[in-house]
């Protein structure tokens, strides 16, 4: 399984942006979410999806400004992220699993893509 994200960049405080993953090589429907490291931390999770759009799930740090969402036709997955923070600079990467369960410990990562907020 290979997970191919994109849509990071440089944003001022307060913008919005919107990641992108896609996952190829495989026939499974996977769970799918999102995670980061800022610099000098350790990588956190961010949000979860369950295959189907039906369980969601997201750290309290960004609950009410991202919101997760698929397209299962394409076995991908988005964050749209509103009102960003300066403490939401990190790079961010895309997980995938069989199920949602498993996410705590996801068996496919992407590359990660740079999330900066900064005015």
């Known amino acids: 399984v290979q997970l191919q994200a994109s849509g990071g960049g440089v944003v001022q405080p307060g913008g919005s942006l919107r990641l992108s993953c896609a996952a190829s090589g495989t026939g499974r429907n996977l769970a799918m979410g999102w995670f980061r490291q800022a610099p000098g931390k350790e990588r956190e999770f961010v949000a979860v999806?369950?295959?189907?759009?039906?369980?969601?799930n997201y750290t309290n740090a960004v609950k009410g400004r991202f919101t997760i969402s698929r397209a299962n036709a394409k076995n991908t997955v988005y964050l749209q992220m509103h009102s960003l923070k300066s403490e939401d600079t990190a790079v961010y990467y895309c997980?995938?699993?069989?199920?949602?369960?498993?996410?705590?410990?996801?068996?496919?990562w992407g590359q990660g893509t740079l999330v900066t907020v900064s005015s």
């Open positions: 999806s369950s295959w189907g759009g039906g369980t969601t």
């Open positions: 997980a995938a699993s069989g199920n949602i369960a498993t996410m705590t410990s996801p068996a496919y």
